[in-house]
């Protein structure tokens, strides 16, 4: 109840401060990876690094997320989540130090890796404090969304900002252009670590002595198999579900390949380095803006055609046809070939979204709440285990085959993927008939 003499616009809602401390850390979070993504293939080429080893340093960040995700994900329970997010926030530093420091492919498979464990690290505690110090606060009742969006908005602002900062910066920079924006990710990532330290204040939890946490922590890391052979099995036991898990992975090969490999032909069509960051950060930007745009399309798109199975698989034909796009556009050159890269990325993007965010709908409409997180963590791996395929496989492929070969080859995948919707069984709580 609010105070007498006070009207509702003068009475604080509830999580006010703590809405503006978490977007601020996930945009602080999420800011250093924007600023590194537009350089960080064309430095590894400018280094002397070939496509096969370019593929090699990524597919090291995907294994490093994989092995780390699941038990990283219980230490934030284990130790707290403001030394997590900080321990994420130092590493992330000597990770973007490395690289910009680094001149042969060992350096940058240390940076990749220690990126790997930053990501793993980084991955839920911020948000797991917000809700904690909601609950705490004002009681398991009290409403997330707002914090929630609030964050969500935050996170694809830094990666949009970030991305097109870090491909200008090199032309404003003479000496070492390339590298510059990875000091700035550096820098962005210690100011992270002051933030988690001045803003994130945890609420007191019982049970967290040092022996606690350390059985805690190896009861942890037992369960990582027991969590990955669960998911496997409820995949198996479903043949749905399975199919809908098997997606992510299809998804992974798809964005690494692109991620990997658009830098580069950017680089080729401008003639340069530096304007090829700048070309490939305004892609990306348009890229994640119309993100956002396909995620409110899925509604009425599933309303449309009748069914979120039957809009997602549509979605994922229109993906593929993107790709298709984006290959055929390796024949264009100059502007031209600029300009088709970014009407491939805004149709490829949209379409991605709209089937991302109904591919989710059907798992969680698959998965009762006990073994909803098994299987979250299991579609996460699934992603990383595609961009691995695509790093090991697809990437140095292109140094023989070609980029536009390679593209169409990632099509393909995309397009076979979509086949995993055909007579999908669908929940009973679907309005329409697949």
């Given amino acids: 109840m609010r105070e ?48 096969a080893e370019v593929g090699l340093v990524g597919g090291a960040y995907s294994i490093t997320i994989v092995v780390l995700e699941l038990p990283t994900g219980g230490l934030a329970d284990v130790l707290g989540r403001r030394p997590v997010l900080a321990a994420s926030a130092v590493v992330s530093v000597a990770a973007l130090v490395v690289m910009a420091l680094a001149h042969s492919v060992w350096p940058f498979l240390v940076a990749s890796v220690l990126k790997g464990v930053a990501r793993a690290l980084s991955s839920g505690p911020a948000q797991a404090w917000y809700v904690d110090t909601l609950h705490a606060q004002y009681g398991p ?41 990875v000091w700035a990710g550096a820098g962005a990532a210690l100011v992270l670590l002051v933030a988690v330290l001045v803003l994130m204040r945890e609420p007191s939890r019982a049970g967290r002595g040092p022996v606690r946490a350390a059985a805690r922590l190896a009861e942890v890391v037992r369960d990582v198999p027991v969590t990955i052979v669960a ?44 304007k090829g960051g700048a070309a490939y950060a305004f892609v990306t930007f348009a890229g994640f803006a119309v993100n956002a745009l ?19 698989a549509s979605a994922t034909v229109v993906t593929a046809s993107a790709v298709v796009a984006l290959a055929a556009s390796t024949a264009l050159r100059g502007a031209a070939g600029v300009v088709a890269t970014a009407a491939a990325y805004v149709l490829l993007f949209t379409a ?51 980029v536009g070969p390679v593209w169409a080859l990632t099509a393909v995948v995309v397009l076979a993927s979509a086949l995993l919707y055909v007579r999908l069984p669908v929940s009973p709580t679907l309005r329409y008939p697949r």
């Fill in 294 to 312: 396909g995620s409110s399309l899925a509604p009425p798109v599933a309303r449309l055609v009748r069914g979120s199975v039957r809009a997602a």
């Fill in 352 to 402: 991605l979204a709209v089937a991302s965010l109904l591919r989710t709908e059907l798992l969680h409409q698959r998965v009762a709440a006990d073994r909803r997180a098994t299987v979250m963590s299991v579609d996460s791996l699934q992603l990383q285990f595609g961009g691995l395929l695509s790093s090991l496989c697809l990437v140095p492929l292109s140094g023989i085959a070609g």
């Fill in 4 to 51: 007498p003499g006070r009207s509702p616009a003068d009475t604080p809602r509830p999580g006010r401060r703590e809405h503006g401390r978490y977007a601020a850390i996930e945009f602080l979070t999420w800011l250093p990876t924007g600023l590194m993504l537009a350089p960080m293939v064309l430095l590894m080429s400018a280094r002397g690094l070939d496509i």
């Fill in 141 to 181: 009742a009290v409403d997330l969304k707002p914090g929630l969006a609030a964050g969500n908005v935050a996170g694809a602002a830094a990666l949009a900002l970030g991305t097109l900062a870090g491909g200008l910066l090199p032309l404003a920079v003479r000496r070492d252009p390339l590298a510059a924006p």
């Fill in 231 to 274: 998911g496997i099995r409820l995949g198996l036991a479903d043949r749905a579900l399975g199919r809908l898990l098997l997606l992510a992975a299809g998804a992974g090969v798809m964005l690494n390949s692109i991620e990997m490999l658009t830098p580069g032909r950017l680089a080729a069509l401008t003639g340069e380095s530096a």
